[in-house]
């Protein structure tokens, strides 16, 4: 498995942009970098997957460095709905994927 | 969409009972994933299944089997439930091809174990 570290907490107030890091320092060459979001009482939710640079969709940014030992998670704007758990998964390759902890965003009005 | 679905969403037993937990997912999914929730561990890995009758351990597998008799079926087995088994059980489901397909999740059970 390939460990990685996140915060345990964070919070943000409604409108801002919010940045989760991730540290994933023995992430295999072939791995890929996944992150989902889990609101209370559901199954976690696929969120944006990337591998190298920058991957955006509609819903966040992920940001990885040239070492891909860290990752960043992006979302704009948060709004008391985006209130969820943040999973960060590295594998897919030589690793298996491991949910891990997360780390709880708390969005304040 | 996928969906995936989960037998019952609260489940009571008794310890030493046998518990069956069933997730059928509809999109034809080869990888199929057993988690269990627990608050401050988040979600680990107890078995998964990448092809009908094939399935491999994952992080915690002690106390758990699993059955995989059709493609769209997996199951979770607790021979004799004890209480350390009282969690959230989530099921997901995945393409094949790799593992770090996207996870489709069901909305889990919740089982107490008395």
């Known amino acids: 498995l390939a460990k990685t570290t996140q915060p345990i907490s964070m919070d943000s107030y409604e409108g801002q942009e919010v940045n989760i890091t991730c540290s994933h320092n023995?992430?295999?060459?072939?791995?890929?970098i996944t992150w989902y979001q889990q609101f209370p009482s559901q199954g976690p939710r696929f969120i944006i997957q990337g591998y190298k640079t920058k991957v955006t969709n509609e819903v966040a940014s992920l940001f990885i460095p040239a070492d891909r030992k860290s990752s960043t998670l992006s979302l704009p704007r948060v709004s008391l709905s985006d209130t969820a758990v943040y999973y960060c998964l590295v594998g897919g390759g030589n690793n298996r994927l491991a949910f891990g902890k997360g780390n709880q965003v708390v969005v304040i009005p | 969409d996928v969906k995936v679905t989960q037998s019952s969403r609260y489940l009571v037993k008794r310890t030493g009972e046998k518990v069956f937990l069933e997730c059928v997912q509809d999109m034809d999914h080869e990888n199929m994933f057993w988690y269990r929730q627990d608050p401050g561990l988040g979600l680990r890995l107890i078995y998964f299944s990448y092809d009908v009758k094939m399935k491999e351990k994952g992080d915690i597998p002690e106390g758990y089997s699993v059955s995989r008799e059709k493609k769209e079926r997996f199951s979770l087995i607790l021979e004799s439930a004890s209480t350390n088994q009282t969690s959230m059980y989530l099921c997901?489901?995945?393409?094949?091809?790799?593992?770090?397909?996207?996870?489709?999740f069901g909305p889990g059970t919740r089982l107490t174990v008395l």
């Open positions: 023995n992430i295999a060459t072939n791995d890929y």
């Open positions: 997901a489901s995945s393409l094949g091809g790799g593992q770090a397909n996207e996870q489709f």
